[in-house]
């Protein structure tokens, strides 16, 4: 039995997703200036099969460590494909996410802290 709630793992997860995510744009963000660099995006196992069918065509490619290399977008003569605007968009976007997260996490043990205190 899983005394801290399905929310728990759940939320757990999603702070997981939002670090690997947060990894990925950096990488992105470093690369800004590297000839050839693609953008990377980290999709999931559960959203893969929808994402493939919705917005993954010919161009793009799925590496190992499970993020998807847009090879459509060339915004340059060098082959770098990273927007800058989009990549600190995300990365407002993701950090908002994780900030949430963390938020009702530490919700989460409060309430649970308060159980334990008797109401207190």
């Known amino acids: 039995m899983n005394w801290l ?4 793992n759940l939320m ?4 997981g997703r939002t670090v690997a995510s947060q990894k990925v744009i950096a990488n992105n963000i470093a690369n800004v200036d590297t000839p050839g660099y693609k953008a990377k995006r980290l999709v999931f196992n559960d959203v893969l099969d929808t994402q493939m069918k919705l917005s993954l065509k010919r161009h793009t490619t799925i590496e ?3 993020s998807i290399v847009d090879r459509s977008s060339n915004m340059r003569n060098d082959g770098n494909g990273v927007d800058i605007d989009l990549e600190m968009s995300e990365l407002s976007r993701n950090q908002i996410e994780y900030e949430a997260l ?3 996490l530490n919700r989460k043990y409060a309430g649970l802290e308060s159980v334990i205190r008797g109401g207190r």
């Open 5 to 8: 709630g399905s929310d728990y």
């Open 12 to 15: 757990t997860n999603a702070i």
């Open 64 to 66: 190992s460590n499970g």
């Open 102 to 104: 963390v938020e009702q």
